[in-house]
């Protein structure tokens, strides 16, 4: 797949006239949420010669010669993508540019590969004109990218695998497809099995638990910018939402927010809710300080959350493990030991996130002690 020099040439003289103005981005399509995801049959076949077919999120079958070597991330929200790719061997050398956004990839990505600062680093509207330089095999993208960046690829005859990895059943699901992408199915199923592993874990340990047993807790997301203090919900069909109701709780902002990005809400809305645990999330700043902070106000001292002690600062390391992010199986796990402890008392969230790092990235144990454990932040304990 790999493309002639010739290739650049044509590339421009085709972009003169590409219709860059492309309309907007098709919203990504989420699954319900479903507290026993199972893996997904393989997403493609190995069909000859290291001749590989794969189908992506949006069930189209894309061929290829051999498995791509030259691998290009682009558009909006990689995280997940990018750090997904990384549990693969293969993607240290074969991807060799990427979105990063305003996430800290970076900063966790050099503990994984040290040729990470070689590789080319993307603005998140970069267009065709951008990537067509690098001679990619394939570009990555989410599903939602099709309309405005996706189309436009092909029409330069450049490969598009699109994977969604918003829930835990498209989790699961992209995970074989980036398998059959790289030619490592066998990896694809080792981390599945892991997931599932945990979701066992966390199943078996709710199992028998009644309606009337579970938790009616609050997720938000604490943001302040210019003085300014402002409160989101995530939506019902996002991961956050599917985290608590794995975790064996009541999400009781989920008929409030029924579209599709973070809902605002008020202290007043808060107070009518008045959850019985609350779990702030902060990707600005420490959300240890955030949740002492809120602690101290009046009107948080009333809801019964704050009285009883059961706020809770979102566990994470450089990115929170609420996200849709290869973490939110810690998310999942950490939430459960919190919402219902009694079930969960010999669970040890430093030694859970260490076994992670070690068998998702194949990071060496003592690297992770001495690297990624300082870094945990929020309510682990």
């Known amino acids: 797949m790999r493309r002639s020099p010739a290739f650049v040439s044509v590339v421009l003289i085709l972009l003169v006239g590409m219709l860059l103005g492309a309309c907007g981005a098709t919203p990504t399509q989420t699954l319900p949420p479903s507290p026993t995801p199972q893996p997904s049959p393989k997403t ?107 189309k436009a690829l092909e029409q330069l005859s450049i490969p598009v ?41 966390v199943k078996n340990g709710l199992q028998g638990l009644e309606a009337g047993q579970k938790p009616r807790i609050l997720i938000v997301q604490h943001t302040e910018q210019g003085g300014e203090v402002a409160f989101n919900v995530p939506p019902a069909s996002w991961i956050q939402t599917t985290e608590a109701e794995l975790a064996g709780a009541l999400p009781i902002w989920k008929e409030a927010a029924q579209g599709g990005g973070w809902t605002v809400v008020n ?36 809801l019964k959350a704050v009285q009883d002690g059961q706020i809770y600062a979102f566990a994470g390391d450089i990115f929170s493990w609420d996200q849709p992010d290869p973490r939110w199986i810690l998310g999942t796990t950490w939430l459960a030991g919190k919402v219902h402890p009694d079930r969960f008392p010999g669970l040890d969230m430093k030694e859970q996130a260490a ?23 929020g309510s682990v304990e």
Do not use: C, H
Not at 357 to 374: A, H, K, S, T
């Open 44 to 150: 493609g076949v190995t069909s000859s010669a290291g001749a590989i077919a794969v189908v992506d999120a949006l069930g189209r079958t894309v061929q290829f010669a051999e498995p791509p070597k030259r691998i290009v991330v682009a558009g909006k929200s990689t995280l997940t993508i990018v750090d997904t790719l990384y549990m693969f061997p293969e993607a240290k050398e074969r991807l060799i540019a990427l979105v990063i956004g305003k996430q800290p990839v970076g900063d966790f990505l050099r503990f994984l590969d040290p040729t990470f600062d070689q590789k080319a680093i993307l603005d998140v509207e970069a267009g065709p004109e951008q990537i067509a330089p690098f001679l990619p095999d394939v570009v990555v993208l989410r599903s939602s990218m099709a309309e405005k960046l996706g």
């Open 161 to 201: 695998v699109y994977v969604d990895l918003e829930t835990p059943e498209q989790y699961f699901r992209g995970l074989a497809t980036l398998g059959q992408l790289l030619g490592n199915e066998a990896r694809a199923e080792e981390i599945q099995a892991f997931y599932q592993s945990r979701l066992d874990e």
């Open 355 to 377: 076994e992670f790092f070690v068998q998702m990235y194949g990071m060496d144990e003592v690297l992770v002690q001495e690297q990624i454990m300082p870094l945990l932040k």
């Open 267 to 302: 202290l007043e809305q808060i107070a009518a809710w008045n959850p019985d645990q609350v779990f702030v999330i902060s990707y600005q700043s420490d959300p240890v300080q955030v949740v002492d902070k809120l602690k101290a106000e009046r009107g948080w001292q009333t």
